[in-house]
């Protein structure tokens, strides 16, 4: 009864919106930073109006993913109004609410939208959009090759997490006792979903600084960890010293800094010279990770 109801409210907001159609390149074309609108082949969606916590959830999102883009300097975060152009086969043009692109696929953002599937996709549930959120969109972001979506539904407190298997398909990703999802596409972040029913949320800078949460240092945690599992991987047992060092690297910016220099090492001698360099150039940095 509830998939019909919001079918029908779907349906409802469509009949409002007058028609239009244009090929992709007129409506890639016509659309601006002020127009909320989707490419579905050939027709033209006109999105609703988000609701105020809908607003809020993204704004609060899109500051959390962007904080930690930065200063892991892992890519970049954007949110609506901004459209992806799926491949050409999909003949769609979506405005998910966020996206995260790696640093390796900057090149493919362009002046006003994105050229095949981000690497997280984040589209906040609403009454008139969920059907649409969990079985078109769900369908077109696997097969674009989409590497995580979210799903965020603030009215149900329900947020959903699929990552793209090797088979091409999205499988869903538990969250731990503790409510807290792990990004395996944005190494290292992770996100706590209690924060995002709270009314208010919670201030972004809050959660960055208060290490009595221990969010800063899981955060450096999973940070060592990618690090220390690319050793393993690219080194094997041999590359135990480094793995060491890098685990008792405490302070977020050294981190960084380190990781930064580690993940172009081709060889294991590479490998330590950059990290002893990397130490070298960054003496005396206190802040606990």
């Not at 079985?135 to 965020?152: C, F, H, S, T």
Request: avoid cysteine; charge should be negative.
């Amino acid at each position: 009864m509830d998939e019909l109801r919001e079918t029908a409210a779907e349906y409802a907001a469509a009949q409002d919106q007058p028609s239009l159609r244009m090929t992709v390149e007129e409506f890639l074309e016509w659309g601006d930073e002020d127009t909320w609108a989707e490419w579905v082949d050939g027709e033209v969606i006109v999105l609703s109006p988000a609701t105020t916590f809908h607003q809020k959830v993204k704004i609060f999102l899109v500051e959390l993913m962007g904080v930690f883009a930065r200063r892991y300097q892992s890519g970049d975060v954007l949110d609506a109004p901004f459209a992806v152009r799926l491949p050409e086969r999909l003949r769609r043009v979506r405005e998910p609410d966020i996206i995260f692109v790696r640093r390796e696929q900057v090149s493919r953002l362009k002046k006003a939208f994105f050229e095949g599937g981000p690497d997280v996709v984040v589209e906040i549930v609403s009454p008139d959009s969920r059907t649409r959120d969990r079985r078109d969109k769900y369908g077109e972001y696997e097969a674009a090759e989409v590497g995580e979506y979210w799903l965020i539904d603030p009215e149900r407190r329900k947020a959903e997490f699929f990552r793209l298997g090797a088979d091409g398909r999205f499988y869903p990703e538990t969250l731990d006792a503790q409510g807290i999802f792990r990004s395996k596409t944005l190494p290292g972040f992770w996100l706590n979903t209690g924060w995002l029913w709270q009314d208010p949320l919670p201030a972004v800078e809050d959660i960055y600084v208060q290490d009595s949460a221990g969010y800063g240092r899981l955060y450096g945690q999973g940070k060592r960890d990618a690090a220390r599992q690319f050793l393993a991987i690219r080194f094997g047992r041999q590359s135990a010293d480094i793995q060491e060092i890098v685990n008792d690297l405490t302070d977020l910016d050294t981190l960084n800094y380190v990781v930064q220099e580690l993940f172009s090492a081709a060889t294991l001698q590479d490998a330590r010279n950059m990290v002893q360099e990397a130490l070298r150039r960054r003496p005396g940095l206190k802040n606990d990770g």
